[in-house]
């Protein structure tokens, strides 16, 4: 029993180091596989966007037109910007804070981009710091979140600015593709198909819609490509920025102990040692079954919806939740 024990010790210790060079995610002492999928609901691709700058149109456009269509994006302000209230207008083009509260209501993401704005490359550190807190403080006073995702003034980075952005955050938008004014609905197209056939994960990047830097020659290109999205959804994931960036790291940090059961039913163990706190994003499971085979999940005694395919049965499960029951009938 000793050497089983040693065995089944040495087995995991090793896929754990595979995991970690990315070969693998999951511990399987069984003949049917279990594994974490790529994307949510192992959706081929996904996508998301992010608007940057706090615009007016963000509020007035974009949001009641993603509220049309049942999508979510990412929405990048700069406190400095936004204004107080509709009785203190600074700044028309911009947003206001019951704006962007309302929006975060409505299930967008606020993503912090820096208080003033300030480039990474300009400032000392110190101030860059209090700028990036003070962003903070301000989304989490007027929306009651803490803003969870960080986007770079300009783009520009530094090796401690990343760091400290990075802190206490499920991840920072370090690439990008810009969808602005360069756009044209075929060259959209383009990416989206890309993006699945390499099944990746795409950001979208954008500022102003009818006016400001950047923005669409028209309109029209952006809002026929959002409902050619969603027409494709089968296919493609359009989640928030924190919720694909969380997911994405979540699966790469997370191994499954499956053990089979004499009786045929499987006991799943996640193991993660990320912070609950912040990564808070559902995992999908794909487990092989044959054919015409019934199945019954359960996690904390709570029973999981599942996706009942051909070979096999989709189920989302909490990489924290405790032991995974899959009961085969």
Not at 66 to 92: H, M, P, Q, Y
Not at 135 to 148: H, V
Not at 317 to 329: L, P, S
Request: aromatic share 10%; hydrophobic share 40%; charged share 20%.
């Amino acid at each position: 029993m000793k050497s089983i024990n040693l065995f089944y010790l040495k087995v995991y210790v090793e896929l754990i180091f595979l995991s970690f060079l990315g070969l693998s995610n999951t511990i399987c002492f069984a003949q049917n596989p279990i594994s974490i999928a790529k994307f949510k609901d192992n959706k081929t691709a996904a996508i998301s966007y992010t608007f940057d700058d706090g615009l007016k149109e963000h509020y007035t456009l974009v949001t009641p037109w993603l509220k049309r269509l049942g999508l979510k994006a990412t929405f990048v302000v700069n406190g400095s910007n936004i204004n107080k209230d509709n009785k203190n207008i600074k700044d028309s083009t911009r947003v206001t804070w019951q704006d962007v509260k309302e929006m975060a209501a409505q299930g967008q993401e606020i993503s912090n981009h820096g208080w003033a704005h300030k480039n990474f490359g300009r400032f000392p550190m110190a101030e860059i710091k209090e700028d990036i807190l003070k962003n903070d403080s301000a989304i989490l006073a007027n929306t009651g979140i803490i803003p969870r995702t960080f986007a770079y003034p300009n783009n520009t980075k530094s090796k401690d600015g990343v760091q400290f952005a990075s802190q206490n955050r499920v991840g920072t938008r370090l690439f990008q593709r810009s969808i602005g004014g360069k756009s044209t609905h075929q060259n959209l197209e383009e990416w989206v198909n890309k993006l699945i056939a390499d099944k990746d994960w795409g950001v979208g990047m954008t500022h102003g819609i009818t006016y400001g830097y950047d923005h669409f020659s028209k309109p029209d290109i952006l809002w026929e490509h959002l409902k050619k999205v969603q027409g494709r959804q089968n296919e493609i994931w359009v989640g928030t920025f924190k919720e694909v960036m969380a997911y994405v790291t979540e699966r790469d940090s997370t191994i499954l102990q499956i053990q089979q059961l004499q009786n045929g039913n499987y006991r799943i163990t996640p193991i993660c040692k990320l912070d609950q706190t912040i990564y808070t994003e559902p995992l999908t499971a794909i487990l092989m079954i044959n054919e015409g085979k019934k199945v019954k999940i359960k996690q904390a005694n709570k029973i999981l919806k599942i996706t009942i395919n051909a070979d096999h049965v989709l189920f989302n499960f909490d990489a924290f939740g405790g032991v995974i029951e899959v009961i085969v009938k």
